[in-house]
């Protein structure tokens, strides 16, 4: 790709593949097509949840049932889920077939105790920042293209924030896994409000 392009690949880890203790359907399906993005760039940031035990995102923190119930945080309203790549544990880890060697920084989220964190550039506040802006400017890297997991969340408020960040970004659509139906639909029309721009792989891996 050209100068100034870098590829996102969001939270490929085994937790959220089939078999994982929060899965995403069929995500372990898109590695392959990650694996050929990955070779037409030269500028690869991939990201990894990466959760303490007893996280303020885990349901048994609170003693209360993921997916169905929430608690109010300090930024908001937070859903709650199963115990997830819990730092240090194979289901942290990124899937073992995902072939991105050049890849020139690995950014952890959600490693604070009491924020969660689906966004690349900014934790649940909107405020705190992980420092990918950064890294990214300090590149001269301004035009993404964001695969991975999951659509309706990592992935979706990547983009968003990205964009909001001053951003050219773009989400390879068949790179792309998602939780529910609804909620994917109710992203992408997000997205289509913030300026995001959805796209195929072969735009990629077949361009001139």
Request: proline fraction near 5%; charged fraction near 15%.
């Amino acid at each position: 790709m050209a100068a100034g392009e870098a590829l996102l690949v969001i939270d490929m880890q085994v937790d959220f593949m089939p078999g994982g203790s929060l899965p995403v359907a069929e995500g372990d399906s898109i590695v392959p097509l990650i694996n050929q993005l990955g070779q037409h760039f030269s500028e690869i940031i991939l990201t990894q949840d990466w959760h303490p035990a007893g996280h303020i995102s885990f349901g048994s923190t609170h003693g209360k049932q993921p997916f169905v119930e929430t608690v109010e945080a300090a930024y908001g309203t937070q859903s709650l889920w199963p115990e997830h790549t819990l730092q240090q544990t194979p289901g942290a880890a990124l899937h073992p077939q995902l072939q991105l060697p050049h890849a020139g920084m690995i950014l952890r989220k959600g490693h604070r105790q009491d924020i969660d964190s689906y966004s690349a550039f900014l934790e649940n506040d909107h405020h705190t920042s992980t420092g990918l802006a950064g890294y990214l400017r300090d590149r001269g890297l301004s035009r993404l293209y964001l695969c991975g997991l999951a659509w309706d969340y990592c992935v979706g408020y990547s983009a968003l924030d990205g964009k909001a960040l001053g951003f050219d970004v773009s989400v390879v659509a068949d790179a792309v896994r998602g939780i529910q139906p609804d909620s994917m639909r109710a992203m992408t029309a997000r997205w289509q409000d913030a300026g995001v721009t959805l796209l195929q792989s072969g735009a990629i891996l077949h361009a001139p």
